[in-house]
Every structure is written in structure tokens, then in C-alpha cells.
């Protein structure tokens, strides 16, 4: 009996491995039932790797088993032939419920519930290996309540690893600069690469410029994958041909993420989202210099370790954010509503990959004046007994045009003539306040709002001198915290709406200038735009960022 087979080592979803312990009751054995085996077609074992642990590169075989028509508990075993793995792999033992006696690997009496259960092998470097390139069949049998399934997985001694190496920070370009980066792709591996595949993700601030006919441009995204078919062997490094990006009116930390694997991207994960077209067929193709095309698949899998990085660079640009605050009391009450928040007047977009946000809506008032509501998305922060203060999250993605403003329901009693003030703190990444070097402009940082008995609006409050200095015409600013080669810092993907600060949340404020849009009720009213982002991965361990800023954006 033939069975499905993946050719990803993980589950589209993961399945949890039961713990053993107690007898599972055997169901009576249905006719009908079929067990499948999910399991890779192929994986490649690193010559340096070491048993699983720390640091070990050693390789995962998830094997994934389905009885169907069968929802009542069943026992069974999983037997793995290790004899043809010798000198291409060394198997570790799975749990205490797996022996390895005379070269076979079985996994005894395993329950399955709700005809679901996983089995993870772990493959690493076998003592006396045979020559790289040595190719070996695993073989997996399952008999579960009766009902029998088997799968095969072909294992090879070695890979490819081919990474893109690090370009520097580039800090001498301006708005409407073209920046032209050498990229460079090395085979970090033991087996030759046939072809490159060349994922750039639209960071912030850089646009794609060139048209080449071996890529294709995503219709609804900053999100380009282009196909260069030249090999690369062991230890080989090899330079692409000039790719350039344009420096937009509103970088100040521009970048760009990309990624190289000698296999096509999976468009049936997160690339699935978009429409590619390719680009014009008169157009030149993207190569790698100096190495002729061919480079058809050789079947040798990439141990994608590292083969992503990120263009970054400093732009010398400002943005203005500006607080603002309105007070509309309620006729012949004593309460009203205070409305705060932050317009970023531009022109440049702040973009913290951090995750922290460039600025917050700090709303404080006297303690005489009583918040009867507050939106969800701000959070008491006072540690003066004579003030209430909250913070209210906004954004790690500030861009120009961005306006946030959040409402409050305060009882405040018209004689005691109170005031609210609403400042733009701004905590850099040793949560200390980092004086926004990008906004020059700090007189309009807070305002202060009367809770008087007529409405009013805030007016400018006095700022305390600050240490953060701006050159003639524009902040030149600080260079972000480099990540690691193929790495991408964590950002709030749109499942985390509704967490303190990530553009989300339910109901209480109203955003504008970009992104997912999620309205809600709760404690206040109003509709939440959150941050377009999502959070994508690449290969192992590669996480990169695209947002959406062209088309299908909003501006």
C-alpha cells in the first residue's frame, strides 16, 4: 500500500507526542480503517553534526502517523531499519518506549488517540563516514490496532548551505539616493548548489528598482523572488550582478531583507498570500557574475542555515510627531471626554524592528480628576501618588502621516480648574527616554488640556531641556542594533492585537496612516487600524518582515 508522503520535515500542523504511561485500550479493529505515514522524501545529515543537544545541527525526521476511521484509542509499533544507514547517519534513540536492537529502531506498545501520533528521529554524523554525496533508504513500517503503513525517506551524507553574506550598514545616502549593495552568496555546504533562488522582502524605505526577466515581482506586496540558475560548489563564492534600491522620501532606517536557497520557495506558505508576474521578457536576467547558466536540479538539499541577512542603512531625515488633546465636557455633568494622541507630520517614517514603539500617548492628570473609563490599550504607569498617568501604545511603525488618538471618560469638577497633559515619551531600547533624535521640532511634544466647564484644546506646555542634538537641517540618526546574518529582529505580527502597545487591541482609540484594520468593543469606542505587518519565516531559523506598502497599502 502506497502512502502520502511530505516533503517538508515538519506537520502543516504540529502533532503533540503522547507521553506513555498506562495501558491504552485496544479498539476493536475496523475494516476500513487506514493508517498513512507522513514523512519526508528526502533529508541531508551534517557531516559536523553531533548527537541532539546545544549547538548539535543535528537533523530532524518527523514522522507522522493517521489512522482513519478509527476515533477510539489504539496501540501499536513503529520499527525503523537503521542497517543502511551505516556510515551516513547515526540515529538517536527516541524515549524510553524505543530500544534499538541488531541495526532496528522500535518504538513499543505507542498509544494513538484520535488516530493522531508523531515520532521525531534525530539524525547526526556517524563515525567512520562513507564519502560525501553517500545516499542511503530509510525504511519506517507502523502497524497500529491490525491496520499497516510503511514510508521510505532518503538519507544523504552531506548538503548545500548556501548564505548570502553580510553587507555594512550604509550611512551616505540620502531621500532619492539609488543604492546599489554587492551581493554575494557563498556555498558554506559539502555538495554543490545547481541554482539560486533570491527572496527580497520589502523592508522599509527601499524600493526594487531593476526589472529583470528571471524574477517575479508580487502585484500586491514588496516581495520579489528571482530565479538564477549557475551553480556553486563547496566553498564557492559568488557575486550577483548590480541590483539597486531606491532610497524613498521617508527613510530614516531603511532596509531590505534577503534570502537565498538552492530549492524554490514554498508558494504555498506565507508566499501564497501574494501575485507574482514576471518580470518583462526583454528585460536582462539577474547572475551571478562570471558563471555561465545551466545549473539544473541536482537533487541536493540545503541545510538553510544562516542564508538570510538585511541591507540596512542610516538616512539622515525627521519626522515631526506632535501631541494633541481636546477636552468636550458633558452638558450639566461634571465628566466629559478627553481625547489624546500623536500625528506624525513627517516626512520621515520611524520604524523600530525591535518591536518597542518610537513613541507612546502619555496621558496624565491629577488625581482630583477621577478616569471613569479608559481605553483598552492603555495601561496606568504613575508612581506619584498626585497623578494618574497612563500609557498609551501606538506603533513599531510610525509612518509618515500615522495619527493615533485615544479617548477617556474623566469626572472633573469645573471649579477645581484641572489640566491633563499629553507628552510623547519615547524609551529606547535600554528603556531609558531616548529624546527622539528625529524630531527636531520638540515644542510641540506636549500640550496641556483644561477640564474646565467648555471644551477646549491643548496648548503647548513648556519642554525641559534635552541632551539629544540635531545637525543643521536634520537628524542624523543613530545606527539600529545590527541583527545577525539572516536574521531578522522579532517584530508583533497582527496576532498579537490587543497586547500592550501593538497596534491593536479592542475598541478605545482610533489609528490612522497604515496597515490591518480590527474594530471592537470593550471599555471605550472607536475602530483600531493596526500595523500591516505580518511575521514570516524563511527556511530554519531565517525570520523576515514584509509589509505591505505599495499596492493593496494604505498611505
Keep these: 500500500m502506497r502512502i502520502s508522503r511530505s516533503r517538508s520535515l515538519g506537520l502543516a500542523t504540529t502533532l503533540a507526542a503522547l507521553a506513555l504511561g498506562g495501558a491504552a485500550v485496544p479498539a476493536a479493529h475496523a475494516t476500513d480503517s487506514t493508517l498513512k505515514i507522513e514523512a519526508p522524501d528526502a533529508v541531508a545529515v551534517d557531516p559536523d553534526s553531533t548527537a541532539p543537544g546545544h549547538d548539535s545541527n543535528s537533523t530532524r525526521l518527523r514522522l507522522g502517523l ?11 509499533r513503529i520499527t525503523v531499519d537503521l542497517a543502511p544507514l551505516q556510515g551516513i547517519a547515526s540515529v538517536a534513540t527516541p524515549g524510553n518506549a524505543c530500544t534499538v536492537a541488531q541495526q532496528v529502531l522500535t518504538c513499543d506498545a505507542m498509544p494513538m488517540y484520535e488516530g493522531k501520533q508523531s515520532l521525531d528521529l534525530y539524525l547526526y554524523a556517524p563515525t567512520g563516514a562513507r564519502p560525501m554525496g553517500s545516499t542511503a533508504v530509510l525504511h519506517t513500517t507502523a502497524v497500529f490496532d491490525g491496520v499497516t503503513a510503511s514510508a521510505d525517506t532518503e538519507v544523504t551524507l552531506g548538503g548545500s548551505n548556501v548564505v548570502v553574506e553580510e553587507v555594512p550598514t550604509n550611512r551616505d545616502l540620502k531621500p532619492g539616493d539609488t543604492w546599489t549593495p554587492t551581493l554575494k552568496v557563498t556555498n558554506r555546504g559539502q555538495l554543490p548548489a545547481s541554482q539560486l533562488y533570491l527572496t527580497f522582502t520589502g523592508g522599509m524605505e527601499l524600493t526594487f528598482l531593476p526589472q529583470f526577466s528571471n524574477c517575479r515581482y508580487a502585484t500586491d506586496g514588496d516581495v520579489v523572488i528571482c530565479t538564477v540558475h549557475a551553480g556553486v560548489a563547496p566553498g564557492e563564492t559568488v557575486q550577483l550582478s548590480p541590483i539597486g534600491f531606491e532610497v524613498d522620501s521617508d527613510a530614516y532606517y531603511p532596509y531590505e531583507d534577503v534570502h537565498v536557497s538552492s530549492a524554490e520557495p514554498d508558494l504555498t506558505g506565507w508566499l501564497g498570500h501574494y501575485h507574482f508576474a514576471p518580470g518583462p521578457a526583454s528585460a536582462p536576467k539577474l547572475t551571478a557574475v562570471g558563471k ?5 536540479p541536482n537533487g541536493v538539499i540545503d541545510f538553510e542555515r544562516l542564508n538570510g541577512t538585511s541591507l540596512n542603512a542610516v ?22 471626554k478627553l481625547t489624546a494622541g500623536l500625528v506624525n507630520n513627517g516626512p520621515a517614517s520611524i520604524d523600530w524592528r525591535s518591536g518597542s514603539h518610537p513613541a507612546r500617548v502619555r496621558v496624565a492628570l491629577p488625581t482630583q480628576a477621577e478616569v471613569l473609563q479608559k481605553p483598552d490599550n492603555c495601561y496606568p504607569t504613575s508612581t506619584d501618588p498626585t497623578v494618574n498617568s497612563f500609557d ?43 529624546g527622539k533624535p528625529w524630531d527636531p521640532d520638540k515644542a510641540n511634544d506636549v500640550v496641556t488640556v483644561a477640564l474646565g466647564g467648555e471644551s477646549s484644546t491643548g496648548t503647548p506646555s513648556p519642554q525641559p531641556s534635552r541632551s539629544a542634538t540635531t545637525e543643521p537641517g536634520g537628524s542624523t540618526p543613530s545606527a539600529p542594533a545590527t541583527p545577525a546574518p539572516g536574521t531578522t529582529p522579532a517584530t508583533p505580527s497582527p496576532s498579537a492585537s490587543g497586547a500592550p502597545g501593538a497596534g491593536g487591541g479592542t475598541g478605545g482609540g482610533s489609528y490612522s496612516g497604515g496597515g490591518l484594520a480590527s474594530t471592537g468593543g470593550g ?11 505580518g511575521a514570516i519565516t524563511l527556511g530554519v531559523g531565517v525570520v523576515v518582515v514584509a509589509r505591505r506598502r505599495r499596492a493593496g497599502a494604505q498611505h
Excluded at 66 to 76: E, I, K, R, V
Excluded at 292 to 296: M, N
Design 292 to 296: 555561465p547558466e545551466g545549473g539544473a
Design 523 to 533: 471599555q471605550g469606542a472607536g475602530t483600531v487600524l493596526g500595523l500591516g505587518i
Design 392 to 434: 498609551c501604545g501606538t506603533t513599531p511603525y510610525i509612518k509618515n502621516g500615522y495619527r493615533a488618538s485615544f479617548d477617556f471618560t474623566v469626572r472633573a469638577d469645573p471649579a477645581a480648574k484641572l489640566s491633563a497633559t499629553v507628552s510623547l515619551p519615547s524609551l529606547g531600547e535600554d528603556n531609558q527616554e531616548s
Design 315 to 336: 538616512v539622515p531625515n525627521t519626522a515631526d510627531f506632535v501631541a494633541f488633546g481636546s477636552w468636550t465636557p458633558e452638558a450639566g455633568k461634571q465628566q466629559g
Design 66 to 76: 493517521t489512522l482513519s476511521d478509527h476515533p477510539a484509542p489504539a496501540t501499536g
